[in-house]
């Protein structure tokens, strides 16, 4: 191998992200979701966008998700973060 390190999805940098929830999150969530920022729409929701290592990182995202208890509307990958 030639030294560079490769995530587990296959990558060489991690997957980028976008997260959308039904709700506003306030600013005393960002802790919780460390590196992602929060756009709140117009419309009722929360986007959620950052770089996710790989699938495990993404799971592990989700139940965080899973346990605000606000519905998950989709998430979208949208491309990689170079």
């Given at each position: 191998?030639?030294?560079?390190?490769?995530?587990?999805?296959?990558?060489?940098?991690?997957?980028?992200?976008?997260?959308?929830?039904?709700?506003?999150?306030?600013?005393?969530?960002?802790?919780?979701?460390?590196?992602?920022?929060?756009?709140?729409?117009?419309?009722?929701?929360?986007?959620?966008?950052?770089?996710?290592?790989?699938?495990?990182a993404?799971?592990?995202?989700?139940?965080?998700?899973?346990?605000?208890?606000?519905?998950?509307?989709s998430?979208?990958?949208?491309?990689?973060?170079?």
């Amino acid at each position: 191998m030639n030294g560079e390190k490769v995530a587990s999805n296959g990558y060489e940098t991690p997957e980028l992200y976008e997260i959308r929830l039904k709700g506003h999150l306030n600013d005393r969530w960002a802790d919780w979701f460390e590196d992602f920022s929060f756009t709140l729409e117009s419309d009722g929701t929360t986007i959620l966008s950052g770089a996710v290592a790989d699938q495990a990182a993404l799971h592990g995202l989700l139940r965080k998700v899973r346990d605000l208890g606000l519905p998950l509307i989709s998430v979208i990958q949208v491309g990689n973060n170079q």
